[in-house]
């Protein structure tokens, strides 16, 4: 993994797999950089090379669903962790001004079609994260009523754990899992909603919650992206013939597929060719396009 920037006024605190968080240099700590690189990783590897512009790309759709919920879609406004001021040029365009939270360890999923692992659940014992389904769903089915699945977060390079809600409960308090709930249900029904308005279904999601200062439960990290969304094309998901054409989604697929088939996860993984990179930046793209045209 390449080193961080030196960005001036800023001190490098923290790098994930995607993204580098920075500190103000000087000063009070109430505020962060969150810059998104273009890094890609898959099955918990950091693969090289990255993707072109991915950073940017995600980045802006953030800033637009950002704005969407705080009230330019019609809904009420969704608090969220964004606060005004310029960035650093050398990360203008991939980066958000956010002011820091105490962030919830609880990842909010929301489900509202039958498919990855869901559907492996539901084959094998008829439930998805534990709640029942009924019979005879099939792989990319819509859900009776979208679902809130949580999970508890990991630690960097470990994997998510799917909770039930009273794990939830027990980890940030009755009043908090209600307020996870509940805006990740609403959040999802107004992204699904946008979603179907250009021709594309949302079929699940995940969001991250912090709480600040005042005790606000705020809306933070990335919201309804190509990395954090499960995205399929409403005419394929309904005339396609087989489950491939039914749920090609708009995000790192092609990475998944061609590393899965080349590689037993053990070691350094291969290096992506030109084409599934070519064609991985070109379903970013195209969902950026589609959702905000």
Not at 85 to 100: F, Q, S, T
Not at 126 to 152: H, N, Q, S, W
Not at 235 to 256: I, L
Request: hydrophobic share 40%; glycine share 8%; charged share 25%.
């Amino acid at each position: 993994m390449a080193s961080p920037l030196a960005l001036p006024g800023w001190r490098h605190v923290y790098s994930g797999k995607v993204r580098d968080l920075y500190l103000p240099a000087e000063g009070p700590e109430d505020r962060m950089l969150v810059v998104a690189s273009d890094r890609i990783s898959a099955f918990d590897h950091v693969l090289s090379p990255g993707i072109p512009d991915k950073g940017v790309l995600l980045t802006t759709l953030s800033l637009w669903w950002f704005d969407r919920l705080a009230g330019a879609d019609g809904g009420r406004p969704i608090p969220n962790h964004l606060l005004p001021g310029e960035v650093p040029a050398p990360v203008a365009g991939r980066a958000m001004l956010a002011r820091r939270l105490d962030m919830l360890p609880v990842e909010c999923v929301v489900r509202g079609y039958l498919t990855g692992s869901g559907w492996a659940e539901y084959r094998e014992r008829g439930t998805v994260c534990g709640i029942p389904l009924p019979d005879g769903l099939a792989d990319g089915d819509r859900l009776p009523e979208p679902l809130f699945t949580p999970a508890f977060k990991a630690q960097l390079g470990e994997h998510d754990e799917n909770i039930s809600y009273e794990r939830a409960v027990e980890l940030v308090g009755a009043e908090h899992a209600a307020a996870l709930r509940d805006l990740s249900l609403e959040i999802y029904a107004r992204g699904a909603r946008t979603a179907e308005e250009r021709g594309l279904i949302l079929a699940d999601t995940k969001f991250e919650f912090g709480v600040d200062e005042d005790g606000i439960v705020r809306l933070a990290d990335e919201v309804l992206t190509s990395d954090s969304s499960r995205y399929w094309d409403a005419a394929a998901w309904a005339n396609g013939a087989t489950p491939a054409e039914r749920m090609a989604s708009f995000d790192k697929q092609p990475v998944r597929d061609w590393l899965a088939a080349r590689w037993d996860k053990e070691g350094t993984p291969p290096e992506l060719p030109t084409e599934v990179v070519a064609q991985t930046a070109g379903a970013y793209r195209e969902l950026l396009e589609r959702l905000t045209a």
